[in-house]
């Protein structure tokens, strides 16, 4: 009987050892992480209005695949380029510190923020996390963001975490999340973290407004983790060796799929409030939970959950904003262009004043503008000729000017010099600047 049974097994084993390692085959395939960013051309776009699917917000889905392998680099960022594609100033809120205020710069209804003070006091401010100027710039493998602040920390260097969103649709939802925990002085992948919003509702119903309470889970995926994840050099940063009080940020162009148009936009906050999940943040918190730093907001000042944080408006790359873009920053109205008349006469009896009956003006003179002051004038900016009264007219923008007539009328002995006019932004009008000429 035992022999029997031991002949049975030893049958069935080769099926089962088979059966065993085809199940584990198809367990290793299921739990593939998948790690690609999608670029714009990847991205749907939901209408304004249209809400999309929501969870209740949690911590990012990490789909990295743990390591104990060294992470190894194959390619470091080198220095940013001399000369930016991009870039946005923010409220210096320095002066206003000692006040425990902003002073402005503050819009938590368009999901803009002036927030570099500790909460319900606000008695202590933070230079390492008030931006003044972020700078986007790029050459043939990297995207370079150059996010200055007003100082480092008072206990010494920067150790909040910076970062740049990216809206490649241009629709008001972010797309990708790039932040850098406490930078150090070399590039270093440490404390590099990416992440996107895969189903779109970074902005819930109305991207940048606000829509609290209504909650999605924001940026869900993280898809890079300091050297983890398809590719280990995506994503730096460093303190700029020039500018201590700047961070630089780099990420490969692969990132978002050598996207060419874009905006972009920079944030300074505590580790302690970084939460993807929470993008964006008018849309977590209602501005009674956030509290506000504008002392004249008396229903909501001072700051209470959302504290310590500080971002900018966004700007184009690739593209000439209009100013209807969500989130952009505004665009100031074009100033209405001023004009440059004047007259050109014979001043018949020498009082340099156009009064006489026998005063006339000159038809066919050449009147020349040229760029700059007349003690040093530029190029020439225009050349007109004057009509059959003498008049002229020159349509130019804000800037300085020498006004001349090169060439005297033949039968002119003497007449009136050149002259510098200066046209103001924003000035309108018209600027008149005539000539004379005298003959004996």
Known sequence: MKRKISHSITAWLPAV?????????????????????????????????????????????????????????????????????????????????????????????????ERPFNANTMDTYFPDLDITRARLLRDSQWIYVDIRLVGQNPSGGM???????????????????????????????????????????????????????LNGDGYET????????????????RISPSDPNSVQLAFKRTLINDDGNFTWG?????????????????????????????????????????????????????????????????????????????????????????NSPQDYGYSGVSVRVRTGNCGSPGGIFATVLTNSSGNYSVTVSPGTYCVDVPIMPPDANRSSGPVSVTVNAGETGRADVRFWYFLF
């Open 222 to 237: 993280l898809v890079f983790d300091q050297g983890i994840g398809s590719d280990p050099d995506t994503a730096w940063a």
């Open 159 to 213: 150790p909040g975490d910076y970062g740049v969103e990216l809206d490649l649709n241009v629709d008001g939802r972010g797309n990708i999340l790039l932040m850098a925990a406490k930078p150090g002085a070399s590039w270093s992948t440490d404390g590099v973290h990416v992440w996107q919003d895969g189903n779109l509702d970074v902005g819930t119903a109305h991207p940048i407004q606000s829509d609290a309470p």
């Open 266 to 354: 920079a944030w300074a906050m505590n580790d302690s409030i970084l939460n993807p999940a929470w993008f964006d943040y008018d849309d977590h918190f209602t501005i009674a939970e956030a509290g506000s730093p504008l002392s004249e907001s008396t229903q909501y000042y001072p700051l209470k959950a959302f504290a310590e944080v500080d971002n900018t408006c966004r700007w184009a790359v690739g593209f000439t904003p209009t100013g209807s873009e969500p989130g952009v920053c505004p665009i100031p109205p074009t100033p209405s262009p001023t004009t440059i008349t004047g007259l050109v006469w014979q001043d018949f009896n020498d009082n340099e004043v156009f």
């Open 17 to 113: 050892i088979l059966l065993t390692a085809l199940l584990a085959c198809n367990v290793s395939q299921a739990v593939a992480p998948v790690t690609e960013v999608s670029g714009q051309n990847d991205l749907p776009t939901l209408e304004v209005g249209q809400i999309p699917p929501t969870t209740e917000p949690a911590q990012p889905e990490n789909t990295q695949t743990p390591t104990t392998e060294p992470i190894v680099h194959a390619l470091v960022p080198g220095e940013p380029p001399a000369s930016f594609l991009s870039e946005v100033t923010d409220r210096d809120t320095s002066a206003f510190a000692s006040q425990h205020r902003a002073g402005g710069g503050e819009n938590f209804t368009v999901n803009l923020y």
